[in-house]
């Protein structure tokens, strides 16, 4: 007769996660050690108690992040996990002794379908996961200028940013934002706005990283451009002058 197991508890060691960048992606290995867990079986025989042990399961994934609509998305691809040292056992009297008997003949199938519930556990919760974790670099933020003619009169000027881009090689990962930057009028002069450097010469303006460090932060000059501009129209630059 068919059996079902709810798992009721599971201890493990602290995993060990390991990110390395190859070509178009993010590789993860996850290796989880000493992973234990207590079960309940449920079947026709009755209900039976049991403990699950294992030596270590280990996650190997490929995390493919892509931006759209200025947001990170990441698809999971070629997904494996293994457990190490799969033992499982059935306490309950005579029926528990009979029916460890027949889970044990049939280890290697009930370890294939813990593996596969992994597998479906890593792609449905780690691939948002880490495209919420990439998405927390794109910041918006505000920050004050006091006016040049008075300290006390500041200026607030907001920061805000999304993601418009990656680029992943062996030698590491790049993540392009785009920014902007806006204060409330408070000058008298109308203009057309910031000068963008998109309009002049070749084109888009690429940011150039050396890619040597492991962290690396570039700024696009049509980004401090966009600064200042927010400053200026905050009315940084305009105030009264006294005639002494």
Same mark, same amino acid.
């Given at each position: 007769?068919?059996? %079902? ?51 270590? @399961? ?7 992040? +892509?931006?759209? *609509?200025?947001?990170?998305? !990441?698809? @999971? ?5 293994s457990? *190490? ?9 005579? &029926?528990?002794f009979i $029916? ?19 597998? %479906?556990?890593?792609? !449905?919760? $780690? ?12 910041? !918006? &933020? ?16 907001? @920061?805000? !940013? ?15 934002? /785009? ?5 409330? +009028?408070?000058?008298?002069?109308? *203009?057309?706005?910031?000068?963008? /450097?998109i ?11 050396? /890619? ?7 700024l ?18 305009? &105030? ?5």
């Amino acid at each position: 007769s068919g059996y %079902k197991i709810y798992i009721e508890t599971l201890k493990y060691d602290d995993p060990k996660v390991t990110i390395t960048p190859v070509t178009g992606a993010l590789k993860l290995n996850v290796v989880i050690n000493k992973l234990t867990g207590t079960f309940k079986m449920k079947g026709s025989l009755g209900t039976f108690n049991g403990t699950i042990t294992t030596t270590s @399961v280990v996650i190997d994934t490929k995390i493919v992040p +892509k931006v759209v *609509n200025g947001k990170i998305e !990441s698809e @999971v691809k070629d997904t494996k996990v293994s457990i *190490n040292g799969f033992g499982i056992q059935v306490k309950g009297g005579f &029926f528990g002794f009979i $029916i460890n008997g027949v889970i044990n003949g049939q280890k290697a199938s009930i370890k294939k379908t813990f593996e596969d519930e992994f597998t %479906k556990a890593v792609k !449905s919760e $780690i691939g948002p996961a880490v495209a919420d974790a990439l998405n927390a670099l794109a910041m !918006s &933020f505000d920050f004050d200028l006091p006016r040049l003619d008075d300290a006390k009169k500041i200026i607030n000027v907001q @920061v805000v !940013s999304d993601m418009w881009g990656v680029d992943i090689k062996p030698d590491g990962a790049r993540f392009d934002l /785009r920014a902007g930057a806006y204060a409330d +009028k408070k000058n008298t002069v109308d *203009n057309l706005g910031v000068p963008g /450097r998109i309009g002049c010469g070749a084109g888009k303006q690429t940011l150039a990283l050396l /890619r040597k460090d492991h962290l690396e932060l570039g700024l696009a000059d049509d980004t401090l451009n966009e600064i200042l501009y927010a400053a200026w129209l905050g009315g940084l630059l305009e &105030f009264p002058v006294l005639a002494s």
